[in-house]
Each structure stands twice: as structure tokens, then as C-alpha cells.
């Protein structure tokens, strides 16, 4: 894996005028910065996107991003409605949520292809119709009472998720290179997200009480997704003007011309993926899942716990899952300044350019994720449980905006980040698959209790935390895997570096780096079919119980 020894020398920034303007800029803001990565060395007679246009891009997905997360946090908010009316267990509500899953592991890595080579502007506007027919029908499913109809339902709508998962990201890796405003970009988006997701869950229990039908809350959901079509059109026409007016925007530490969309399938490039990456995606396995798993039982878990109704439930897991929505933008910021991906805890004020004083200890994230596990396991309290409900809540803050952000950081070529972020989503999702069922027998063998379903949350709260560690060791002996470390400041100034590390990548230990990218996608492959064989599985046994 090509795990090098060795401190990095020091090299010259590459010489180009995004540098100096960004060296003149200094570190103190990282909106403004943001204009920084449209200057580059490439011939051109279009003038690069100024802030303005940027800033409206990151608003009008935000928006999207907002819609699409109202609807997300409806069905587990309403995990106990549904089984009563749907008249189903937990092992058929287990595979409800799962059919989402199944179809992306299916269909989502050539989803990314094809965000790659269409670009992320086009790939959303039929994502989102689809998104919304799905609605249409899981309401439908919803009124008919129907469990058959909805599984149904949920996969044409998990049709157009796949599309939109990926088209997301992949626009704003087009519009902002690491550490010169993605990291805030991605996490404003998910702030919005948060707000959204909070609005839906927190509101999902109160719809159906009030209305006396709960069908009526994924009616709602319909109605907030039309706008969010709405949005997603103008966003295509806005994007469409934006890249005729304006020249392609480079990467001002390596010089690397970013794209929206490709010329042909780079099946080659993705392929290649470099270990640093699989790395990151081995946190996000287990950081990932517990939250996903989490969070689909966290209403029905407070119900029980603080033996409250469904709407209170709905608020205090709303809550826990999205409280921290204001830290999100915050630490974007930072990690766009600052660094310290795997860290997130110490970096140096003093000598920013000083790599030994960058890593100290595990990700915030893996720890308070542990943390809050174990005391829902073993803390009995109702006070123990709002205390684990707190830590959650913060850890989660720190999850998705520093794996996103690392993922991008990791890779030699943004034009195949869709296919990358892709790869995450499958793993991700065929995991989520795995864990869902378990969780569902586990709670259907001991009576509708969280017992053993908390034991296994800490038990992947563990590996996480144990990924972490690996991976701070890690960075202190690979130069390839400290990168993820970096401050901006040390990015520009060793923008030449790590150009020589990706020629060496490729081309001196190119076979041994191959044989490692392969090996990595054939342990996805095994992880991708063993998810299939629980999903089937899940779907036997769930319809003859």
C-alpha cells in the first residue's frame, strides 16, 4: 500500500496565480477563499465564477437537500404507526427499510458512473422526478395500508435517490477543491439537510395525530418534494448558464482542472482508487451504519425508554439527530483552514506547517459515537439515556462532512468522484442491509426490546473507534494518508508534492497499488452479495412470520 516512512521534504508552492492570491488571502476566512479555486494557469477567455455565483450554487442545492431530508425522516419516526397499521413485526419492518437499501447496492454504482460522464446537474433533475413518484406512491401504500405496495413504493422512490445521492457531491467537487471551500460547502448543504430531516421527523406524529390519518404525513412529504423539483429545475438552468459563462475552475495547490461531467467512462481511473481512500471508506463502514441503524430506531427506543407517545418520542429523536445542526458549517470551516480529518481534536496554532504537532488522538466522531452507545447499554437511567441521546447528537455532528470531504481529499482524480462517492453508498448500504435484519430478529427474539439490538450498536461503535486509531497511526508513518492532515496552508505549499506522489502512484508502484484497488472492490463485491442473501433472507422468513 505503498506506506511510506519517511517526513515528506518540503517543495515550493506550484507556480500559478491562485496561489499568490490565495497566499495574499491568508487563512483567516474560508467563504472568501472559496473564489480562490476558478483562477488557474489554464488558457481561457472566460472569466472565472465569482463568489456570488458560488454562494448561490451551495444555496439552491441546500435547498434540495432540505426537501429530500423532510421526507428521509418520516418513516422512522413512525416506526410504531407503521407496524400497527401495516399490521407487521420488526423483521418485516426491518425489510421496509432495507428495500431502499437493496436497490441502491444494485443500481448506484452505475448510478456514479453515469453522474460522472452526464455531470451532477443533469443526473438530478430525473432523480428527483422519480424521488417524487416514489413519494406519490408510498403514500398511496400509506393510505391503502398496504406493507406489499409500499415495499413496492419504496423502490421506485429509492430509483431516484440513487440519482441523487451521488449528483449532490459531485457538483460541488466540480465548483470547490479540498481545503479551498468543500469541506463548507458540503457541510452547509448538510446543516440544511439537518433542518430538514429535524422539520420531518419531529413533525411526522404530529401530522398523523391532528389529521387522524397518518397517510396524511406522506402526503406532506409529497407536496414539500414538488417544491423541491421546482428548485432542482432552476438549479439545472442555473448551472447550465454558469458553464457557459464561466471558466472551468482548477484546484489552486495541484494545478488539477476540475469537471462536471466527462467525455467517456473513466472505468479505468475508478478502478484505481488509491488505498487512502478504502481507508477512509473502512471508518465510514462502521461510523455509518450505527448512525443509520440508530436513527431508524431512535423514536420507537425513546418511547420505550422514557415511556412517552409517539409525537414526544418523534421530538426528543429529532433532537438527538439533528441538534447539532449548527456545528456542522463550523467544523467545514474548519476543515477547510485546518485539516485534521482523522483527528478532529489538536492542530497547531503556532506553526500551522508543522506536521508533528497535527495528530494526537482518535476522531471525535468513532469516541462519541462509543460513548453514547455504551450508555444507552449500559446506563438503565432515563437520565443515562438523554445523556447518551446528547453525546450522540454532537458526535454525529462531526461524521458526514469529515468523511465526505476526506473521500474527496483522498483521490488523485475529481473526475471520478461520483463514481467514488458511489463506491461509499454501496458499502454503506449493503452494510446497513446486514445490520438492519439482524437488528430486527434481535428485537423480535426478545419481545420488542432493545436489549440485544443496543449491544449490537456498540459493538460496531467499537470498530469504528478502532478504524480511528488505525488510522492516526497510519498517518503518522504514510505521507499519502497525512495528506488528510493537512492545514491549507501546507496544501499549497506542497502542491507539487503530492503530484509526485500520484506520478508514483501510477506509474513506480503501479502494479502493487492496482493489485490493492482490486482487492478492495472484490472484498465490496463480497460485502454487496452477502447483503443480497440477507435481504432475501430477511424477505422469506419476514413474509412467513
Known amino acids: 500500500m505503498a506506506i511510506v516512512n519517511d517526513m515528506e521534504p518540503e517543495h515550493p508552492p506550484l507556480q500559478n496565480s491562485s496561489n499568490e492570491a490565495i497566499e495574499k488571502l491568508g487563512t483567516g476566512d474560508a467563504v472568501a477563499s472559496l473564489t480562490n479555486g476558478s483562477e488557474t494557469s489554464i488558457p481561457t477567455t472566460k472569466p472565472p465564477a465569482p463568489l456570488t455565483w458560488k454562494l448561490a450554487a451551495v444555496a439552491i442545492t441546500s435547498l434540495i437537500r432540505f426537501g429530500s431530508a423532510w421526507s428521509d425522516g418520516i418513516t422512522s419516526a413512525m416506526k410504531s404507526t407503521l407496524k400497527k397499521k401495516l399490521k407487521i413485526?420488526?423483521?418485516?419492518f426491518a425489510l421496509l427499510e432495507?428495500?431502499?437499501?437493496?436497490?441502491?447496492?444494485?443500481?448506484?454504482?452505475?448510478?456514479?458512473?453515469?453522474?460522472?460522464?452526464?455531470g451532477g446537474a443533469n443526473t438530478i433533475v430525473y432523480g428527483n422526478l422519480l424521488f417524487t413518484l416514489g413519494l406519490i406512491l408510498v403514500a398511496a401504500a400509506a393510505q391503502a395500508e398496504s406493507f406489499k405496495f409500499m415495499i413496492g413504493a419504496r423502490i421506485i422512490k429509492a430509483l431516484g435517490d440513487i440519482a441523487t445521492q451521488v449528483a449532490q457531491y459531485k457538483m460541488f467537487s466540480s465548483w470547490f477543491p479540498p481545503s479551498s471551500g468543500f469541506a463548507s460547502t458540503v457541510a452547509f448543504e448538510l446543516a440544511m439537510g439537518k433542518i430538514g430531516g429535524f422539520v420531518g421527523t419531529a413533525t411526522a406524529n404530529v401530522i398523523s395525530h391532528n389529521t387522524g390519518k397518518f397517510s396524511w404525513t406522506f402526503w406532506v412529504a409529497v407536496f414539500v418534494n414538488i417544491f423541491v423539483n421546482i428548485t432542482t429545475l432552476f438549479f439545472w438552468w442555473f448551472s447550465k448558464i454558469a458553464f457557459k459563462k464561466f471558466s472551468p475552475v482548477a484546484d489552486p495547490s495541484t494545478g488539477e482542472k476540475l469537471t462536471e461531467r466527462s467525455k467517456k467512462f473513466e472505468l479505468k481511473k475508478v478502478s484505481e482508487l488509491p488505498w487512502t481512500f478504502w481507508c477512509v471508506l473502512a471508518f465510514s463502514l462502521f461510523e455509518t451504519s450505527t448512525a443509520v441503524i440508530f436513527q431508524q430506531n431512535a423514536t420507537e427506543m425513546a418511547q420505550q425508554r422514557f415511556d412517552i407517545n409517539a409525537i414526544k418520542a418523534g421530538?426528543?429523536?429529532?433532537?438527538?439527530?439533528y441538534a447539532g445542526f449548527f456545528l456542522v458549517p463550523l467544523l467545514g470551516i474548519f476543515i477547510d483552514l485546518f485539516g485534521n480529518r482523522i483527528s478532529i481534536s489538536k492542530f497547531s496554532i503556532v506553526n500551522p506547517m508543522d506536521d508533528s504537532a497535527d495528530i494526537s488522538t482518535v476522531a471525535f466522531c468513532g469516541t462519541g459515537m462509543f460513548i453514547s452507545m455504551a450508555l444507552i447499554n449500559w446506563v438503565n437511567t432515563q437520565t443515562g439515556f438523554a445523556a447518551a441521546f446528547g453525546v450522540y447528537a454532537f458526535a454525529l455532528s462531526f461524521g458526514p462532512t469529515t468523511i465526505i470531504d476526506s473521500i474527496r481529499t483522498s483521490m488523485w482524480h475529481q473526475s471520478v468522484f461520483g463514481s467514488a462517492y458511489a463506491v461509499k453508498i454501496c458499502m454503506?448500504?449493503?452494510m446497513n442491509i446486514i445490520v438492519r435484519i439482524i437488528a430486527g430478529v434481535l428485537q423480535d427474539y426478545d419481545d420488542n426490546s432493545y436489549r440485544r439490538v443496543v449491544q449490537l450498536y456498540v459493538f460496531l461503535a467499537a470498530m469504528s473507534v478502532v478504524v480511528s486509531a488505525l488510522l492516526v497511526l497510519l498517518s503518522w508513518r504514510s505521507i499519502d494518508l497525512r495528506y488528510l492532515q493537512w492545514t491549507r496552508k501546507q496544501r499549497l505549499a506542497k502542491g507539487q508534492l503530492w503530484n509526485e506522489r500520484k506520478k508514483q502512484f501510477h506509474e513506480i508502484n503501479g502494479v502493487r497499488n492496482r493489485r490493492a484497488s482490486k482487492a478492495c472492490f472484490a472484498a465490496l463485491i463480497t460485502l454487496v452479495v452477502g447483503s443480497w442473501c440477507a435481504y432475501i433472507w430477511g424477505a422469506v422468513t419476514g413474509h412467513n412470520s
Not at 413485526?89 to 418485516?92: H, P, S, Y
Not at 447496492?105 to 460522464?117: A, C, V
Open 89 to 92: 413485526n420488526n423483521r418485516q
Open 428 to 430: 454503506n448500504n449493503s
Open 98 to 118: 432495507a428495500s431502499e437499501d437493496f436497490m441502491v447496492t444494485l443500481l448506484i454504482l452505475p448510478s456514479g458512473l453515469l453522474t460522472d460522464r452526464m
Open 315 to 321: 421530538w426528543y429523536s429529532a433532537t438527538v439527530q
